[in-house]
């Protein structure tokens, strides 16, 4: 094992600290005790810990550990769950001591290139603001169509790691959806092709501010292919920037050389062949102009690697939309309920109300620094009323109220929402 994995065998027999005890932390236990560290796993949720002692971890409490914060000096490495800020006390006490920092998604890629678990992956990387996770369901829709031995991983649920263990079969290419906050902890990863859909404010008090935001986005740009939405202002602003070995984009109009695009109501590649069409505009899940840029860049990651149009188009008839993205789940009364609740930010959220003629709003939850007024007044027009909840309901009210007062506003209080989801259920 020292000559085969010399890459991480100067982790065996020395301790490893693990921030987190949740799904992404869990994972990183098996593959560290097969390079013989002697794991640790620091989490405030004592049932977790207890999880991770079952999967064979040392334990501690991170109340604990940072009232000895002398302890964090004697790790090797921290390997930290993507909810870590870069400020979180814990982690700024292993910067000042010198000790490496390491995203569970960086750790994944060492782990993939020190061929821990047979020869290394090829990774397609899906990221963006919105549409990550249909895009990423798209791409995998499409390797199944093409017959190649792969799996959807990463900010969709498996974890990485748990894909690279995965025997029966063994994925040969991972569809990997990265969030900014596995990007920012992630600096080593070069993928095969990584795709950027779009940039938007989102996460900024994580990040603390624009720029950084965009920086993390920006490392899936660093492999051998680079796809950036052209229609995106801040994406597309990316192309002289990117490290790729290759740059191309995609776009909802006609693709220019070097392009994918939409024409005659086809998708269209330009980029891997010359106007060659892909796949029918028409029927793709989740419709309208967000599935179709989804679409665009599933398709593009698919024929970075070869994939065949046939497969392409085979993929993307077969794909079905996943649940909360846009879902109709009932009419009532004539009132269509439209459940797309993964719009968790006013880019997300534009393209949904757009979407239709006359839109009752709900919305509210965390605005996580982003800006609601451009929103608003774009879609002032369309809003028929808003319910509004959560602990920002407050500042989105005030947007209406300055931009669209003609709007009658409903603040949901806490606790007085227990009879909302009866309404649909009684179709």
């Known amino acids: 094992m020292t000559e085969e994995h010399g890459g991480l065998?100067?982790?065996?027999?020395?301790?490893?600290?693990?921030?987190?005890?949740?799904?992404?932390?869990?994972?990183?236990?098996?593959?560290?005790r097969d390079l013989g560290a002697l794991v640790t796993v620091t989490d405030s949720n004592v049932d977790a810990l207890a999880e991770c002692a079952r999967l064979g971890a040392a334990t501690v409490p991170i109340d604990d550990l940072l009232a000895a914060r002398e302890r964090v000096a004697e790790f090797a490495l921290v390997v930290t769950s993507p909810g870590f800020r870069p400020d979180?006390?814990?982690?700024?006490?292993?910067?000042?001591?010198?000790?490496p920092i390491w995203g569970d998604i960086e750790f994944s890629w060492h782990v993939d290139r020190a061929a821990l678990y047979g020869p290394p992956r090829r990774w397609l990387v899906v990221t963006g603001t919105n549409g990550k996770t249909t895009t990423t369901s798209m791409l995998q829709s499409i390797l199944d169509a093409a017959e190649l031995p792969s799996v959807a991983c990463g900010n969709i649920g498996l974890p990485v790691l748990d894909a690279l263990r995965q025997t029966a079969p063994r994925p040969e290419v991972l569809a990997v959806e990265l969030s900014s906050f596995q990007l920012h902890w992630a600096p080593s990863v070069r993928p095969t092709a990584g795709a950027i859909l779009n940039i938007a404010e989102d996460h900024l008090d994580w990040h603390g501010g624009m720029q950084p935001y965009i920086d993390a986005k920006a490392r899936a740009l660093t492999g051998e292919v680079a796809v950036l939405g052209l229609d995106d202002e801040?994406?597309?602003?990316?192309?002289?920037?990117?490290?790729?070995?290759?740059?191309?984009?995609?776009?909802?109009?006609v693709p220019a050389a070097g392009e994918l695009g939409v024409e005659d109501g086809y998708l269209v590649d330009r980029a891997f062949a010359d106007g060659e069409r892909l796949a029918p505009a028409e029927g793709i899940t989740p419709p309208g102009p967000a599935g179709l840029m989804d679409a665009l860049a599933a398709a593009a990651l698919a024929r970075a690697i070869g994939v065949t149009p046939d497969a392409v188009a085979a993929g993307l008839a077969s794909h079905v939309v996943g649940p909360h993205r846009a879902a109709r789940v009932a009419d009532v009364g004539g009132v269509t309920f439209v459940d797309d609740s993964k719009a968790t930010n006013p880019h997300a959220a534009r393209p949904s109300i757009l979407a239709h003629e006359r839109v009752v709003w709900i919305a509210g939850g965390l605005l996580k620094g982003?800006?609601?007024?451009?929103?608003?007044?774009?879609?002032?027009?369309?809003l028929a009323g808003a319910v509004l909840l959560g602990r920002d309901a407050a500042q989105i009210a005030e947007s209406l109220a300055r931009h669209a007062p003609e709007v009658p506003v409903?603040?949901?209080?806490?606790g007085d929402d227990a009879g909302v989801s009866a309404v649909?259920?009684?179709a």
């Open 234 to 253: 801040v994406a597309s602003s990316l192309f002289s920037t990117s490290l790729a070995v290759r740059t191309l984009g995609f776009r909802l109009g």
């Open 88 to 99: 979180a006390p814990l982690l700024s006490v292993a910067a000042g001591d010198g000790v």
């Open 9 to 32: 065998d100067w982790l065996r027999g020395r301790g490893v600290l693990v921030a987190g005890a949740g799904v992404s932390g869990r994972a990183t236990i098996g593959p560290l």
């Open 410 to 414: 409903v603040i949901v209080e806490t």
């Open 424 to 426: 649909p259920q009684s």
């Open 370 to 382: 982003a800006r609601v007024d451009d929103l608003v007044l774009e879609v002032a027009g369309r």
